[in-house]
């Protein structure tokens, strides 16, 4: 009498069911779900270098936002009979550039100096070129100090929100 028990291959009965039925590993690979996690696994930096790069940018436009909200200039008598003298802001020098362009020039074309450019900082501009954004470092400070204010224009004025 022949007993068939044990004597199916290892690799046999290890092998992944689709439908009750073996499959080889050339066809778990021909899957939707294998193809996705062998194109993540192998592009895996790239994707994280996406998101990295969005949620900064993402923050970056909530900041900027958020301080243009708060630094609006509010109306104020100009006579001075009227208001109190303590309510008037001090005469601020405002710049003929815009906050909000300078934001998406830093953002987009800041690591080639463009916002510098935009600013009137010419030799810091031509230096940023020539160092990429200075190796990155210099372009994310430029993004935020932009974005909290600490970036004046060539003049020393702060930038008009429209």
């Known amino acids: ?34 193809r996705t996690v062998r194109h993540v696994h192998h592009h895996g930096k790239r994707y994280f270098a996406l998101w990295l790069f969005a949620a900064v940018t993402a923050i970056t436009v909530v900041l900027g936002l958020y301080h243009y909200e ?48 935009y600013l009137g900082y010419v030799i810091s501009a031509l230096l940023k070129l020539a160092t990429a954004g ?9 993004i935020i100090l932009i974005v909290i204010g600490g970036l004046p224009d060539h003049n020393g004025c702060s930038l008009v929100a429209p």
């Open 1 to 34: 009498m022949s007993n068939n028990y044990g004597t199916a291959r290892r690799d046999e009965e290890n092998a992944p069911l689709l439908n009750g039925q073996a499959i080889t590993v050339a066809e778990v690979n021909d899957t939707f779900y294998g």
């Open 134 to 142: 200075g190796f990155g470092i210099w372009y994310i400070i430029d």
């Open 70 to 117: 708060k630094n609006k200039h509010h109306d104020v008598p100009s006579t001075p009979g009227e208001g109190d003298s303590l309510l008037k802001h001090p005469a601020v020098c405002e710049s003929d550039r815009s906050y909000p362009i300078a934001i998406l020039l830093s953002i987009f074309f800041g690591y080639v100096g463009v916002d510098r450019f």
